[in-house]
């Protein structure tokens, strides 16, 4: 049940009846059993019929006549009512006429809006009612002005003061709640985060070799040539199925769980289910995820079937928080593979030019080779005789240098 209860009627005024209907109501809310009444007076009919304070009528029959007189001009004559449980009305300070009629004064034009009644033509006479399980409020409200008005009001239309009311009414709760939620949220987040953090860490410590032995496993749908030998078993059927589900996304792409084939949704949902059978910390934080949602909820009411199906909602979002934490343990392994393909990269990468540095050395050898030899052919041809020993290791002195200028 609503924290909060609002409801809105009117008699039509085309009907010939409904002034002297009308009249009636505001005898009944103004003098019936259990009313709160004004101080000294026999009835407790208050309100406003001109800019100002609240004002206690003197008299409820001024009022009554003046709603008769209304409906003969076929003036529509809203009825409507708002009500707590006795100990919601405890907690808003709501415990005698003078808190009632600041509420109503307070929340009266949330009311005339919906209604579509401005200010300058809103008139209202109200009655609080007592009642020892339900205190609640009657409210008699109308339009002055003279323009034509359709008196049917849409379903929508008193549904959507009961909300507006209670937002109004419990602001401070409402952001409590919504504070609380964003820390559930966060929390959630970052519980299945530090799993993600523990993967990545028992994976580096595998060794290249060993990840590299494994994901080609699991790529080539081998059987297994070793295992993760992690001390923690969840960790060991975590990093199994994480590694299935990597294999059989595709290559390329973004990874988020709305992009994904039903079969892989499954997976992921399957191994969403595992975490929560088997970590209590992320199970314990599921659920204050959804009572968080849920106080925000049940401030509004509704039907069984309908929080039910609410409570489902919430944990889908709650699911969905932690299946995305999954697929970032995918993400870890694609960024592992692609340091290790960056590693081997730069090695291979180092290696070639190293060798060809090593290429570019010998080559400039050789070149300074062949031209010394054509150097000391050519001195030879010009002196025309075998060169002595001494005269040799002249010219070698000489012609050492050669090609090596800066």
Known sequence: MSLLVYKQRFKNPNYKSTAGKNYAHVRYIATRPRVSKNEGMNHGLFG??????????????????????????????????????EETAAELNLTDQKAWQRYIENHIMTIAEKNNIRREHLQWACALHKEKHHPHIHVVFWDTSSRVKNPFTPPAVPNAIRKQLIKDTFAERIRAYGEQKNKSTAELRSISNELVDEFEQHLRRLGKDQYKRLRDDYDEE??????????????????????????????TGRIAYQLL?????????????YLLE????????????????????????GSDEYLGSLRNRF??????????????????????????????YQSARRSYFAEQMLMEALDMLSGLTRDNDSRFD????????????????????????????H
């Open 48 to 85: 406003k019929l001109s800019p100002g304070p609240v004002t206690e009528f003197e008299d409820w029959r001024d009022v009554a006549r003046l709603v008769y007189v209304n409906s003969k001009k076929h003036i529509t004559m809203y009825r409507s009512v708002i009500s707590f449980d």
């Open 222 to 251: 081998n059987e297994l040539s070793g295992s993760f030998d992690f001390d923690d078993e969840v960790l060991n059927e975590t990093a199994d199925r994480v590694f299935r589900l990597k294999s059989a996304l595709p290559p």
């Open 261 to 273: 084939t039903p079969e892989i949704k499954a997976k992921v949902d399957e191994l969403v289910s």
């Open 278 to 301: 088997n970590v209590p910390a992320l199970r314990e934080q599921k659920e204050r995820y959804i009572d968080s949602k849920m106080k925000m909820t049940l401030l509004y009411g």
């Open 315 to 344: 944990a889908g979002e709650a699911d969905k928080i932690i299946a995305n934490r999954v697929l970032g343990m995918v993400k870890t392994l694609n960024r592992l593979d692609y340091e290790i393909k960056s590693e081997e």
């Open 378 to 405: 050519d001195w030879e041809k010009k002196n025309g005789r075998e060169l002595s020993k001494d005269a040799k290791k002249e010219l070698f002195l000489k012609l050492q240098d050669k090609g090596y200028e």
